[in-house]
Nanobody
Framework: QVQLVESGGGLVQAGGSLRLSCAAS????????MGWFRQAPGKEREFVAG????????RYADSVKGRFTISRDNVAKTVYLQMNSLKPEDTAVYYC???????????????????WGQGTQVTVSS
């Protein structure tokens, strides 16, 4: 069983920054592929960013490329999402996700992730 706990969400003005954190349980965090997804009201949950087990590989949704950065600390068992130049359309609940099947790829599909956090709200005002 893997537990994921997100933090760092909040209210920020357009152009501002936030850093989300996701703390994971489990003894083999370094073997998990990690990802961030988001869900805005009335919309499907969508991929934001993913990172490989050792952090050497990352992928981003086109809508956040150049503004968001995903990273991880395998000693601290934490994955981060640095969000800069935030826009009102980034407003959503942000979810952390883990794949524990030892994939060597960076995963971008919801169905490929096994565990999810409870989400943290990010609101960007114009």
């Amino acid at each position: 069983q893997v537990q994921l706990v997100e933090s760092g969400g909040g209210l920020v003005q357009a152009g501002g920054s936030l850093r989300l954190s996701c703390a994971a349980s489990g003894r083999t965090f370094s073997s998990y592929v990690m990802g961030w997804f988001r869900q805005a009201p009335g919309k499907e949950r969508e991929f934001v960013a993913g990172i490989s087990r050792n952090g050497g590989g990352t992928r981003y949704a086109d809508s956040v490329k150049g503004r968001f950065t995903i990273s991880r600390d395998n000693v601290a068992k934490t994955v981060y999402l640095q969000m800069n130049s935030l826009k009102p359309e980034d407003t959503a609940v942000y979810y952390c996700a883990a794949d524990v099947t030892h994939s060597i790829l960076v995963l971008t599909s919801r169905s490929e992730y096994n565990y999810w956090g409870q989400g943290t709200q990010v609101t960007v005002s114009s």
